[in-house]
């Protein structure tokens, strides 16, 4: 159980570009989810809390016009990069918060960004 | 100074070694405490959870947690060259927390 998927796990776009991507709860419902972005042999960073039916909450120093995320159903959240530049390549991980469980993070298996 | 720190390694050891893996925090406020394993170009994986003081042991991984040193540690015994990952701790305040705070990762490789 608590299983998290994201899609698509590689992407390639072009400068200018804006590409989504979508993470799922397959198995439990998830009022909250929660987006970061890791750099190589770096940690995690939390980018945006998001919160099924609301506007999501970001963290100091996000773009929140850059990244744009909906949270419109209990199972579904999806982060969007807008005029994507080669400074966000990275790899983007959602969470989810299993809100029927042991209340904690699930996490998906991430979406590797490069913009060329 | 940071929240969380985490040796980042790397840390090597020889197949059926114990590993010890540490991190320290500032905020007494953290009261969850977690150990994520994380492979290469995927997710982190929820291996250990624990609330306030104590040990906590599933199969081969003990968890411990000494909130008045504000110390927690990750015991991996009988290690095997799979559980080679980087391995993460994370921490958040009360129950309706949200955020996690993550320490930096450490990265751990057994040798067969």
């Known amino acids: 159980g608590a299983v998290v998927s994201q899609h698509p796990s590689w992407v390639i776009c072009k400068s200018g570009t804006s590409v989504k991507i979508e993470c799922r709860s397959l198995?439990?419902?998830?009022?909250?989810m929660f987006w970061y972005r890791q750099f190589p042999k770096q940690s995690l960073m939390l980018m945006a809390t998001s919160n099924e039916g609301s506007k999501a909450t970001y963290e100091q120093g996000v773009e929140k016009d850059k990244f744009l995320i909906n949270h419109a159903s209990l199972t579904l959240s999806t982060l969007t990069v807008t005029s994507a530049h080669p400074e966000d390549s990275s790899f983007y991980i959602c969470s989810a918060k299993n809100t029927g469980g042991s209340y904690e993070q699930y996490f998906g298996p991430g979406t590797r960004l490069t913009v060329t | 100074q940071k929240e969380v720190e985490q040796d980042p390694g790397p840390l090597s050891v020889p197949e059926g070694a114990i590993v010890s893996l540490n991190c320290t925090y500032s905020?007494?406020?953290?009261?969850?405490f977690m150990w994520y394993r994380q492979y290469s170009r995927k997710g982190p994986e929820l291996l250990m959870y624990?609330?306030?003081?104590g040990n906590k042991e599933d199969g081969r991984f003990t968890a411990q947690v000494d909130k008045s040193s504000k110390y927690i540690s990750l015991f991996i015994r009988d290690s095997q060259p799979s559980d080679s990952a980087t391995y993460l701790c994370a921490m958040r305040k009360g129950q309706g927390a949200q955020k996690l705070v993550f320490g930096q990762g450490t990265r751990l490789t057994i040798n067969p």
């Open positions: 198995d439990f419902q998830a009022t909250t």
């Open positions: 905020n007494s406020a953290f009261q969850y």
């Open positions: 624990t609330y306030s003081s």
